[in-house]
């Protein structure tokens, strides 16, 4: 029913079909223009090819779903094309391929169109399935605001929430959006294989090695599970602190600078920026240590010693008198272990964007900063009930290297000290005025001004 306005489809690949189904089920009339009209594979019911010139005449809005090699043939358009809203929807393979932007290459070959840049960051999945939580967003950019208001319009129908980021020179950076891959990872997952790497060749050394040369015992066969279990937690505790650390250093900072007014160093905001990430690469190593450390019983070398221990001690007819401390000790460093756990967890999920959305800042800050640090001091006080009084036995120092969970706990450790003081009540207030907009100003600029008067 009611007047069904036109729009135009320049191209019958995935993108062009599925884009001409969707734009078709929300309501619109749509007809392709196409070098083959008649021969240009099955199109989505409903619609119809036409050849360029007529498909351009009949619409006064044109999706370009074609690659910018072929964008010569379009200025023979010209005349058709003059007055009519032209939406790139073009990607390139990689950054940097051409001098200009795809859609300010377009505007300057067709000077009397209005060409907006747009859809480009959908792939033709996204627009066959409905917009998904991770696919609902559209960019645009363009000179002509008539023209990027009627861009919007189809873009809202079809369900899509818009983002307008001004003129066209922005499509260079719309362009440059589908080809990023992971850009807030790439900081964690470097971090997570540099350190892991680190303290798999510092355990190696410390302990198959040194054992190997010292008590000539081949142990290596310990690298698949107990080296394993030992890097996974230390990488993951680092991590965790090492999201935490960047708040506490940027409070510090406002603390010194007694404003929050000054923006921070560049390598801090990029740092703050991956927090979520950082701790997401931490829980799926976290996830590790727990799977490793329940295989512990059923490993042979396990059962082997308990096994030979027994037999010794039938052998020698006696049994050893069950500790009670060490009952105590390493049954609350499991528990400690586990409660850390399930707050990481917690966390994990609560990072979810479909969890975070539904929760108000006070609440994802809540459980962010002050489950956080939680988590951040059971896995620590964990770490340290596994060290227990190790750190007093000089067998613990092979070759004078620190026992890698004594490394472990520099980092966590610190950040949890700061904290502390963060939280001290005067420290604690001084920073709130900080943050609400109160600035401590420069003694040196109250000595002119009393000067001055």
Known sequence: GGFQ?????FGTGDLGRSLGQRLFQTGYKVVYGSRRPHSCGPLPPGTQAMSHVAAAQSARLVFVCIHRENYNFLETLAPQLKGKVLVDVSNNLKKNMYPEANAEYLQRLIPGAQVVKGFNTLSAWAL???PSDASRQVYVCGNSLEAKQAVIEVATKLGFTVLDRGSLTAARELEDFPLQLFPEWRLPLQLATGLTAFFFFYLLIRDVIYSYVVNDKDISFRIMASLAN???PIVSL????LCYLPGVIAAFLQLYRGTKYKRFPD???????CRKQLGLVALALASLHVLYTLIIPIRYYVRYRLAAHTISQIKENKTSPFDTTMAWRTDSYYVIGILGFGLYLLLGITSLPSVSNVLSWREFSFIQSKLGYLTLFFCTFHTYLYGWDKFLQPSSYKWFMLPGYMLSLVVPSVVLVLKLLLLLPCVDSTLTRIRQGWERTDPEQERKKLLLT
Do not use: A, P, T, Y
């Open 238 to 241: 680092i991590m965790l602190s």
């Open 230 to 232: 030992k890097v996974f």
């Open 128 to 130: 066959q399935n409905g």
């Open 267 to 273: 390598w801090l905001d990029r740092w703050m920026l």
């Open 5 to 9: 306005e036109m729009l135009c489809i």
